[in-house]
């Protein structure tokens, strides 16, 4: 069981908005005692990103997006800038495992909170710092948002319609997807960073960039620039390396077709009862359907609109052809399967009541489905239990 795994790991969270509050969520979900630290008035840029909003009993509010990233956290709120602010910061650092903070490069270091500073008071700790563009190089000491990386790493250069289509031009993803992944590479380093300690007892510096991320995140996309020199093309729903596999429109909707391999397509070419579409030269193999995919795509929207999706689809899981449905996120969570698996599940807030929270995936033993963690906390409400916040 993973829920405890890091029972006994304390971490200083110093991080803000996504990247870093998500990685140190997880540390939570793995059983870390996390401190999230937070400017005593304004608190997490992301409390004020609503509405939506929680609303307590006695006026207060929590936004669904801070929600979303800081259960089982306990906050406290200091100002690093003041002495008693960064005295309490140096007290928790001193006794921590982990610091994960996303200032920009130099900020800490005026104020000694800085990973050489810290490490001469706590050897063994891991000071992770995730920034937009890293502690070094031409750009270091510039700010910057999700949204402006998926645009300078290329994501957004392919994601899209393709030109001459209805509504072509560039597309963020509809979440922030470079923050997000940023947080997961920061948990799977500093699980590492704790690894390494074990046979060293040393701990480490992390420089994590936003922008690196967004590179690495380009996957295939990136690999097949570097290896054909061509920019990839916005393709809209299609995949850029494997045919069909893209949204059809049916007779009453959409639906995903996702063929990964020829066998798959033939089988999909026997529930269209269109078997000749397999045998033909321009389709037989995927790097075939690839080079005549405009000539493909219309022999299959063509079939697509006469059944509707429930005819499709009891063909398709008949034949075992692998296709998806799109979902509305209220259909989402009142899935059989999503219910099954409890990623939506709620826990209590003593000033906010019921608090609705998705579960961590990594979670996934049957017993550990039932979130064990404390819901995302007001702001300091837990100052009086960290000396020597007040007496």
């Given at each position: 069981?993973?829920?405890?795994?890091l029972?006994?790991i304390?971490?200083?969270d110093?991080?803000?908005?996504?990247?870093?509050?998500?990685?140190?969520?997880?540390?939570?979900?793995?059983g870390?005692?996390?401190?999230?630290?937070?400017?005593?008035?304004?608190?997490?840029?992301?409390?004020?990103?609503?509405?939506?909003?929680?609303?307590?009993?006695d006026?207060?509010?929590?936004?669904?997006?801070?929600?979303?990233?800081?259960?089982?956290?306990?906050?406290?709120?200091?100002?690093?800038?003041?002495?008693?602010?960064?005295?309490?910061?140096?007290?928790?650092?001193?006794?921590?495992?982990?610091?994960?903070?996303?200032?920009?490069?130099g900020?800490?270091?005026?104020?000694?909170?800085?990973?050489?500073?810290?490490?001469k008071?706590?050897?063994?700790?891991?000071?992770?710092?995730?920034t937009?563009?890293?502690?070094?190089?031409?750009?270091?000491?510039?700010?910057?948002?999700?949204?402006?990386?998926?645009?300078?790493?290329?994501?957004?250069?392919y994601?899209?319609?393709s030109?001459?289509?209805?509504?072509?031009?560039?597309?963020?993803?509809?979440?922030?997807v470079?923050d997000?992944?940023?947080g997961m590479?920061?948990t799977?380093a500093?699980?590492?960073?704790?690894y390494?300690?074990?046979?060293?007892?040393?701990?480490?510096?992390?420089d994590?960039?936003?922008?690196?991320?967004?590179?690495?995140?380009?996957?295939?996309?990136?690999?097949n620039?570097?290896?054909?020199?061509?920019?990839?093309?916005?393709?809209?729903?299609?995949?850029?390396?494997?045919?069909?596999?893209?949204?059809?429109?049916?007779?009453?909707?959409?639906l995903?077709?996702?063929?990964?391999?020829d066998?798959?397509?033939?089988?999909?070419?026997?529930?269209?009862?269109?078997?000749?579409?397999?045998?033909?030269?321009?389709?037989?193999?995927?790097?075939?359907?690839?080079?005549?995919?405009?000539a493909?795509?219309?022999?299959?929207?063509?079939?697509?609109?006469?059944?509707?999706?429930?005819?499709?689809?009891?063909?398709?899981?008949?034949?075992?052809?692998?296709?998806?449905?799109i979902?509305?996120?209220?259909?989402?969570?009142?899935?059989?399967?999503?219910?099954?698996?409890?990623?939506m599940?709620?826990?209590?807030?003593?000033i906010?009541?019921?608090?609705p929270?998705?579960?961590?995936?990594?979670?996934?033993?049957?017993?550990?489905?039932?979130?064990?963690?404390?819901?995302?906390?007001l702001?300091?409400e837990?100052?009086c239990?960290?000396?020597?916040?007040?007496?």
């Amino acid at each position: 069981m993973l829920k405890n795994a890091l029972a006994g790991i304390k971490v200083l969270d110093l991080s803000r908005i996504l990247a870093g509050p998500w990685c140190t969520q997880n540390l939570a979900d793995l059983g870390a005692d996390v401190t999230k630290v937070e400017h005593p008035d304004r608190g997490d840029d992301t409390r004020g990103w609503g509405p939506p909003y929680l609303e307590g009993e006695d006026g207060q509010k929590m936004s669904a997006y801070f929600a979303s990233c800081n259960r089982g956290k306990r906050s406290v709120g200091a100002d690093f800038s003041t002495a008693a602010g960064k005295d309490l910061i140096l007290s928790l650092a001193k006794e921590s495992d982990i610091l994960v903070e996303n200032y920009k490069p130099g900020t800490l270091v005026r104020y000694g909170l800085d990973y050489p500073t810290l490490a001469k008071e706590n050897p063994r700790l891991i000071y992770i710092s995730i920034t937009g563009f890293g502690q070094d190089g031409p750009m270091s000491d510039k700010p910057g948002y999700d949204y402006v990386f998926q645009g300078m790493g290329g994501l957004m250069s392919y994601t899209g319609h393709s030109d001459g289509m209805a509504g072509a031009g560039p597309l963020r993803t509809g979440v922030a997807v470079v923050d997000i992944t940023t947080g997961m590479y920061a948990t799977a380093a500093v699980l590492a960073a704790l690894y390494q300690r074990e046979r060293t007892g040393e701990g480490t510096f992390i420089d994590l960039a936003l922008l690196d991320v967004a590179v690495a995140l380009n996957a295939n996309q990136g690999a097949n620039y570097l290896i054909s020199g061509v920019n990839p093309p916005r393709s809209g729903n299609a995949h850029p390396n494997c045919a069909p596999y893209e949204v059809f429109r049916c007779a009453d909707g959409h639906l995903i077709l996702a063929i990964g391999n020829d066998s798959q397509f033939q089988h999909f070419c026997d529930v269209a009862g269109m078997p000749a579409w397999a045998k033909d030269a321009r389709f037989s193999t995927n790097s075939q359907r690839i080079s005549n995919l405009p000539a493909l795509r219309q022999l299959l929207a063509d079939v697509f609109v006469t059944r509707s999706r429930q005819s499709w689809s009891e063909s398709f899981d008949a034949a075992g052809v692998p296709w998806g449905p799109i979902n509305t996120l209220d259909q989402v969570f009142t899935h059989p399967q999503v219910q099954h698996r409890r990623m939506m599940q709620h826990v209590p807030h003593p000033i906010m009541g019921s608090v609705p929270l998705v579960r961590n995936p990594m979670l996934s033993d049957e017993k550990e489905r039932t979130l064990s963690v404390a819901a995302p906390p007001l702001l300091g409400e837990h100052d009086c239990s960290i000396a020597p916040v007040c007496d």
